[in-house]
């Protein structure tokens, strides 16, 4: 493999680039509106800081030490059972580009929506939500136009590379996210339904707590910050040696959870204010918000724009993360150019999104729904709730039990210090059983 180093500070945007993303501002707010809030943060918040965060540090290890895409990475460090063990690389980059055929398409949405910004907002909830509802359901051309956008977008940033595609588009765009973010977040933190979003989002009501809310937090955890697919995996295997992963891991995870709350009490805050639903699914961002920064009158048309181009920048920066997995793998395997492997993993994502796509429209949902959900859906639920949990279980497991400690200890041990047993002891202990317990749970076996 041709070796483009990250800088530093390349490295740790591009991480943080591809935790956040649609995850936080998009998905978030949505699914801790339809799960009651408070309780459902809060198992969100435990499962990233103890679980996630150990797997973080444990997955930039993988590549840190493989240096090779993410099937060659296990299959180099495994000290036996070798192609078993690359079938765990192969699901994660795999998982990445089946969640690029939704992700892509929202990307569509967004960009579709930042032309909306610019021109006329809709003047009520029930405008905005019949908007929505008509780009969803019927404007399939304008869907596959935006959806093209995005891939066009992504593959331009792709064919350029690490250092020249992907850390420079994170250097410029993660900045710009933040800023955005921080400065609606304060101009929030003047409304008074702050208060209310504050209560909504930090006290939890534990009867909203069943174990499918529980289920979805932990795989919410580890989409937010892209942890179990080999995204993070990747980029460390383009790290300089110098760099510390322990820090590095905190930087992600801690700006991935300060973006995902800022947010989220930002956007709860708006709706509060204005009288929108908390709970409106995966329209929250594209029905209750755009209604909300109508009544607030010029200014909510800047904010509009702003929000939607963050928005938008924040779904960038994880497609590519998403993406470049396959592209390393490509390249790798079979000698491919960057070009070429560009093509056929973004021709993959861009015709299974087009299916994705069709599955939300009324001419061809019905084709495309199977049992409880369409297509759409089932690749969001399978992919968050199962394949990256599961991932993250074959990587704890991987470096908990499979790598000499020694090894392991003469990477990360200097710099967690005392706190290496600790993350040790999650990584063999934790994390497999509550991952294994939330997997059981998924398959019917055991419920609570
Ligand atoms: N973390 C991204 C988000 O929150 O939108 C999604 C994601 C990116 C998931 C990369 C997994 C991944 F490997």
Do not use: C
């Not at 110098?242 to 995870?253: A, C, D, G």
């Not at 800047?302 to 592209?327: D, K, N, Q, R, Y």
């Not at 793998?329 to 087009?354: C, E, P, S, W």
């Amino acid at each position: 493999m041709k070796i483009a180093h990250f800088s530093r500070i390349g490295f740790i945007l591009a991480a943080a680039g591809s935790a956040v993303g649609l995850g936080n501002i998009w998905k978030f707010p949505y699914i801790a509106g339809e799960y009651g809030g408070g309780a459902f943060v809060l198992v969100y918040l435990v499962t990233v800081l103890s679980i996630g965060f150990s797997i973080m540090i444990a997955e930039m290890l993988i590549g840190y030490l493989g240096r090779m895409d993410a099937a060659k990475s296990f299959e180099k460090l495994a000290p036996s059972n070798k192609s078993r063990w690359r079938l765990a690389g192969m699901m994660g980059i795999w998982a990445g580009l089946l969640i690029m055929t939704f992700y892509s398409v929202v990307i569509g949405w967004i960009l579709h929506y930042i032309v909306v910004a610019f021109s006329a907002l809709p003047s009520s909830v029930a405008e905005a939500e019949s908007a929505f509802n008509t780009l969803l359901h019927d404007s399939i051309i304008t869907q596959i136009f935006y959806h093209t956008l995005s891939f066009i977008l992504i593959s331009a940033i792709l064919v350029r590379g690490i250092k020249a595609g992907i850390e420079k588009l994170n250097l410029i765009l993660m900045p710009m996210l933040f800023i955005i973010v921080g400065g609606m977040f304060l101009y929030a933190l003047t409304l008074d339904g702050f208060s209310q979003a504050w209560d909504f989002m930090f006290s939890p009501d534990w009867s909203k707590l069943n174990s499918e809310a529980f289920v979805i937090a932990v795989g919410h955890a580890f989409f937010t910050l892209s942890l179990g697919m080999g995204a993070i995996l990747t980029y460390s295997a383009s790290l300089p040696k110098e760099v510390n992963l322990v820090k590095s891991s905190l930087y992600v995870v801690a700006l991935d959870t300060i973006i995902a709350l800022l947010a989220g009490l930002m956007l709860f805050t708006f709706l509060y204010q204005y009288g929108a639903e908390p709970s409106k699914g995966p329209g929250l961002v594209f029905i209750s918000l755009p209604a909300v920064f109508y009544e607030m009158g010029t200014l909510g048309n800047a904010f509009a724009i702003l929000f939607f181009f963050a928005l938008a920048f924040a779904g960038l920066t994880s497609a590519v993360s998403l993406t470049e997995p396959m592209v390393q793998y490509l390249i790798d395997k079979f000698d491919m150019t960057r070009f070429k492997a560009v093509v056929v993993a973004g021709g993959f994502f861009y015709l299974v999104g087009i299916i994705a796509l069709l599955s939300n429209t009324t001419a061809y949902g019905d084709m495309l729904h199977f049992g409880s959900k369409n297509f759409f859906d089932w690749v969001d639920y399978i992919t968050a709730a199962f394949m990256l949990p599961f991932g993250g279980l074959l990587m704890a497991i991987f470096i908990g039990y499979k790598i000499p400690k020694k090894q392991v200890f003469a990477a990360v041990g200097k710099s967690l210090g005392r706190a290496f047993s600790v993350w040790y002891f999650i990584l063999r202990y934790i994390a497999p059983v509550a991952l294994i317990i939330v997997m059981l749970n998924l398959l019917g076996v055991i419920t609570f």
